[in-house]
């Protein structure tokens, strides 16, 4: 079972990768034997976040295959509330997890003006998502030990990153690694016989990347067939304090 934990709903105007509806996106996930996602909205990443993430409310109603990630700002403006009431919204809604771009929305995800959102979201049990160009390895240490009690999950890795992700995953506990744009040549494999397979999780990002990527990937890998499921599907189940369903 595949439950990705990085996919994306509406148009990206950077190139052409499809109209980013939830029927595209459910055709996409059959197509590679994904059964459910956890998607955000590009209106929430490029335009405004408020209205991205009632925006993926209404276009994900009644839709149990696809859970819901809002998309934080930090409360210094009150786009979307304060941390109490961001939270309270988020939980009412059914949102699985929060995803953050400290790096185009202008703020330090690590500094002081964001620290109560994250205190809010450790406290909700809400996991944080963002890729690893958005904040930096020495934030995301900061931030991960600032918030032990936050589950912090990191996508986008690319290409020659696995040495300062090794410092961060040995220093810290609730740091994971997303599977999308996991380039290095058997990385995977390597992160797993390191610090064991709870570390990872499936995610494609998807429309953006193409999910063969990481299908294949996890699929087409090394690891046996308990740390497959696990990464597949089972450490986001846990992260999204969910019970495990038969597939």
Known sequence: MLIDADAMLGRYPRRDVGEGTVTETLARM????????????????LHDPHTGNLRLLDLIEGEPRLR?????????????????????????????????????????????????????????????????????????????????ELSVVVGGLGYRTLRQAAGVL?????????????????????????????????????????????VTRLLWSELDDQAVAAIGAGNLRSLLREEARVA
């Open 30 to 45: 059959d197509r590679f034997g994904i059964a459910e996602a956890v998607v955000s909205h590009t209106l929430s990443w």
């Open 170 to 214: 040995s220093r810290t506990a609730n740091v994971h690694l997303g599977l999308a744009n996991l380039s290095s040549h058997c990385g995977l494999e390597w992160l797993v016989e390191r610090y064991g397979p709870h570390r990872v999780v499936f995610g494609t990002g998807a429309p953006v990347r193409d999910p063969a990527e990481s």
């Open 68 to 148: 819901p990630c809002w998309v934080l700002l930090p409360d210094t403006c009150g786009e979307t509330g304060t941390p109490a009431e961001f939270v309270s919204a988020a939980k009412a809604a059914g949102v699985g997890a929060v995803r953050a771009y400290p790096a185009d929305h202008g703020y330090d995800l690590a500094g002081r003006d964001a620290a109560s959102m994250l205190h809010a979201l450790a406290e909700a049990e809400l996991p944080l998502l963002f890729d690893a160009p958005q904040v930096g390895w020495p934030a995301i240490e900061s931030i991960a030990r600032t918030h032990p």
